[in-house]
């Protein structure tokens, strides 16, 4: 990484809501409401979009930790923004506060998720 890349950095991304991202466990007749699985894509998107512009050539980061709590539904077809700042850098390691919020003002979501600097060719080559 990039020496410039340093804790207190911040990063947001608004999408809006589709119906593939939403629920669909709990049966016909319950309006389907975004997931936790899209919740935690749009997170560590924004910390993807992020930290790219700080990677060597060569690098790029990976997700390994996410401790996210949902905490309230929201309708598909609402705009969502997750906003992350990076709270700490242990070695090849970043961890980032976070915290999604729908277009409403209502928190949805907050935690924590850390991701690690990997270089690209050592990566693919451990799993081919």
């Given at each position: 990484?990039?020496?410039?890349?340093?804790a207190?950095m911040?990063?947001?991304m608004s999408?809006t809501?589709?119906?593939?991202?939403?629920i669909t466990?709990?049966g016909?007749?319950?309006?389907?409401?975004?997931?936790?699985p899209?919740?935690?894509?749009l997170i560590?998107?924004t910390c993807?979009?992020l930290?790219?512009r700080y990677?060597?050539e060569?690098?790029?980061?990976?997700?390994?930790h996410?401790?996210?709590?949902h905490?309230?539904p929201?309708?598909i077809?609402?705009?969502?923004?997750?906003r992350?700042?990076?709270?700490e850098?242990?070695g090849?390691?970043y961890?980032?506060?976070?915290?999604v919020?729908?277009?409403?003002?209502?928190?949805?979501?907050?935690?924590q998720h850390?991701?690690?600097?990997?270089?690209?060719?050592?990566f693919?080559?451990?799993?081919t």
């Amino acid at each position: 990484m990039k020496p410039e890349f340093v804790a207190g950095m911040s990063g947001e991304m608004s999408i809006t809501t589709t119906p593939e991202m939403g629920i669909t466990h709990l049966g016909p007749g319950v309006p389907s409401m975004y997931s936790t699985p899209s919740m935690v894509q749009l997170i560590e998107s924004t910390c993807v979009q992020l930290m790219s512009r700080y990677v060597e050539e060569g690098e790029q980061s990976v997700g390994y930790h996410v401790d996210v709590k949902h905490l309230a539904p929201t309708q598909i077809g609402k705009r969502v923004t997750a906003r992350v700042r990076l709270r700490e850098i242990n070695g090849r390691r970043y961890l980032f506060d976070v915290e999604v919020e729908s277009e409403d003002g209502v928190k949805i979501g907050e935690g924590q998720h850390e991701r690690a600097v990997i270089n690209i060719d050592r990566f693919v080559k451990a799993n081919t």
